[in-house]
């Protein structure tokens, strides 16, 4: 089957040359005067590029901003935060700003001596160092010169990895860990990337959907759908099994699992499209609703069904 | 090929995806469905003609999906002198922008445009193809027909919708008319000796010397017909073979996890029978012979429906264009 649709117009610019225009939200905060109370940590506010946000003589610039005729202006799309003086933008298409305990999802990039390069859709590669994984033979394992040349038994180049931000180098790149049984490589299942903001902070980014599939939303906007392992499942303490975890084969998995996984993976990107935050709850409600509307994969991804689909999700929500 | 990395697990479980019965595929398709194409003629104003091309762009966003834009270059050439040809030529080259294929190198990225530009150029610039109205002077100035494609994002099946963009812009050119200009010797004026000779040895000379020596436009220049054979432009069809299946419409990942692309360039002349221009077997697959024949039909088949859906969707723009340039008329 073969659809051809239109590029979407470009928006009309015949109005408004002459003055800034604002999203009806920030309209009356523009108008007003800019004083400190506006840039309380509290209310946020959006900034398009070019915007002026305040006086130059009483803030610092930080981070998206800079100053012309004595005024900070946003150099970026993004929500104004304020630390005392300084007064940053938080780009709303930017990479992945990492912090300490975050969990995200990378993929090998590189095998260096005694340590991994991972994508982490951040500025630099991540390094995940031979010291941080879990060997098999037990956590309190000494590394040997041996476990150094077969690196590549454990995590090779385009492997995923669950994995959490430990540290940060001097250059700013992030050290990673997976000293963890919940982390580690991952298989059974598909990858899906959306824009880091889209995920928030949850109290816990592994995700049960009662449909048989499990979800790991990576803080950098990676996001591995997979089929559900069974908590006793997973790989004990004891007896932890080394094969299962550095395995490349993936179960066996039934076409039901299979057609989930792509569900919620055509969700995931609807709601994406849309500029939905993800959370638990609102991937819950959105494959219930799904299920119940009886709407086929592929049709999730065409454009009506989709503005239905993510205007019943926000609206349920409010 | 250019693929992005994927892992041995990510890889087994598409491939086992696609073998299962029934199939399934990431994002939902079965395996002879395309993504939504969207498609614009006439985007670059100062080119003959013309598209922008994205297959699976999402709905809302501005990104996604595999991205080409070709626009077609009319040059006046000089057969005697310049590297014209009697009759008009055809040029096509590719080129991949680094921003589509961020994890190439800069000597990667162009070995991949070379690949590109030269399954395009043979099948495209082959003379069993080459329009009839691109002569200009017999045997002094013709036409350069210069097609150039750049491929702004990849997201899978670069080769259809080059394949395509590249149909749409040459169905979307405009070939200025051209009026032979002729210098005639004044009536009882006085004779130049070396004309003179020419004359007297003409009696001998079978040859047909045109005396046709420039050319002029008599519109203006956005103005023209369109490109002889317009319906002969051949369409692709990459079809991404799994064993004992194939598919269509591979995105990137699935590309990366795909033994073996059988690339069919098909034209479907309207008076004709259709035949295939160009056939490509990419990646380290392989496949029997036997194989091949059904795989050439089938080819066949989804290229004719790829072809009728293109023909239509390039009809509407056409009068979508139209349209606009009317609007734009009244305007003024």
Redesign the interface.
Known sequence: ???????PSPPQTTAGHGRTKHHPAVEEDVAMDLDEDELSPGGSRLTCPGDSITSSQAFMRGHGTYVENEEVIASVAGTVERVNKLVTVRAIRTRYNPEVGDLVVG?I?EVQPRRWKVDANSRQDAVLMLSSVNLPGGVQRRKLESDELQMRTFFE????LVAEVQAFFSDGAMSLHTRSLKYGK??????VTIPPILVRRLKSHFITLPCGVDLILGLNGYIWISKHVKENDQEGEEGFDAEAVY????DD?D?AT??AI??V??II??L????VPLTDTILLEAYEWVMDQEI????????ET??FFVAAMTGSRD | MASISLSKSEKSYIQTSLTSTPPIRGDGRSLLDYRPIALEIGVVPLANGSVRLNIGKSTHEGAGGTEVLAAVKLEVEDVVNGDGVDGGRVVCSVSCSPAAYPHLSSNALDDLSYDMTTVLNQTLAHPSLRPSNLGILPKKKSWGLHLDLIVLADSGNVFDALFMAARAALWDTKVPVTRVVEYQAKKGGAVRQDDMDVEQESGLDTRQVSRAVDFELPDYWDEGETLAGQDRWPVCVTLNIVSPIYYLDATLQEEASTPLRLLLALSFPKTEAPTLKASRLLGPGEVELSQIKALVQDGEKHAGELFAALEAKLREEDVRRNQKARDRFILR
């Open positions: 089957m073969i659809t051809f649709t239109s590029f993929r990039t180049e385009g492997d995923l991952l298989r059974n299942g598909q990858l395995s490349n084969q993936n998995i076409d299979r057609n792509s569900r993976a055509n990107r609807v994406a499209a849309h500029f086929g994969t592929r049709e999730i991804l065409l454009e989709s503005d």
